[in-house]
């Protein structure tokens, strides 16, 4: 009976208060960025010929990493630009996933440098050139007010997007970086103890490894489709089946489509007579409350229906003719006996 099939969408996708609002803060956004950006692109080009003068591997590994900065902050405003671009064609999603493409790009730069100051800092603790102390200890500390300026002007975007959370994250660990360098400078000048430039280098890796570790797992978790991080499917589905009139809910996915949008589908079969209308909506008022979940695709039907091929028919509740979708994936949540 065609009457009993129903798919519900909740279209209530609350990005903000208003959709001129959230353009402001994007725009504000993209303000903030920029500032961060031009700050860094300055200091760095005076980096590298300082660094190279004063034969410091840490003022030039700081200057490498100040121009993944940059990149990451342009990246991010690119990804920006194009998540905010409206779906079309066979982008159903429009360019969202961009945000994470560039969070991911991020995390795997801070990698790959990560590897590359280690290899050369190992080569300079075995044989340590001259260091110009006095130069590396300068620039540093101008570094260390750079980066406290950029780290504040990127302090003001919006971090809850994992995208410029990646380019924070580059900002933040050079911070660290010149610190290290800066006492280094200070070692090299009152001891004379050359190593202390590699040494600097090591912490900056240290640092670079967790940042770019944390960005690709997160990244790679949006790619891989899991439950965005605090959303435990299992519970959802408990919670969801002991609604009043839910007798099983099967095939449920929990995704996000980007940072901060999470997506739910799910098969939900309702007691024979119940209405699926208002046990829809119900369940999707439940979803949007307590996991800001404001983006789920309910297929509803009645326990016992015959509904297409490829879905076998249940004959009684409980008793089925092997398993109720024909490819279903993941585990089958019932409602307990004792409920009604």
Known sequence: MAGHHHSGHDHDHSHGPGGHSHQVSADADRRWLIAALVLLVVF????VVVGFA????????????????????????????????????GYTYGLKRAEI???????VTLLVLSAWLAYEAVRR??????????????????????NL????????????????????????????????????????????????????S?????????????????SGRIFLEAAPAGIDPDTVADRLVAQPLVEEIHDLHIWEITSGQPALSAHILVTP??????????????LREDYRITHSTLQVDHVGEDE???????????????????????PVHRAGPHRH
């Open 125 to 146: 603790l075995l044989d340590p050139p001259a260091v110009e102390g006095a130069l590396v200890l300068v620039t540093a500390l101008v570094g260390i007010v750079v």
């Open 149 to 200: 300026a950029a780290t504040w002007c990127m302090s003001k975007a919006n971090r809850s997007s994992l995208n410029v959370e990646g380019a924070f994250q580059h900002v933040v660990t050079d911070l660290y970086a010149f610190i290290a360098t800066a006492v280094a400078g200070v070692i090299v000048l009152t001891t004379g103890f050359r190593q202390a430039d590699a040494l600097a």
């Open 273 to 286: 007579g119940g209405d699926c209308h208002a046990v829809r909506r119900e369940l999707q008022r439940k």
């Open 44 to 47: 760095m080009a005076g980096e």
């Open 308 to 330: 297409s091929v490829g879905l076998l028919q249940i004959t009684k509740l409980g008793e089925e003719v092997g398993e109720h979708c024909a490819d279903s994936h993941g």
């Open 54 to 89: 004063a034969q410091s591997l840490a003022l030039v590994s700081d200057a490498a990493h100040m121009l993944t900065d940059a990149a990451s902050i342009a990246l991010a405003l690119v990804a920006m630009r194009l998540a905010a671009r409206p779906a079309r064609g």
């Open 101 to 107: 493409l560039s969070a991911q790009a991020n995390g």
């Open 202 to 218: 090591m912490v900056v890796v240290v640092l670079m490894l967790r940042a770019g570790i944390g960005l690709v797992r997160a």
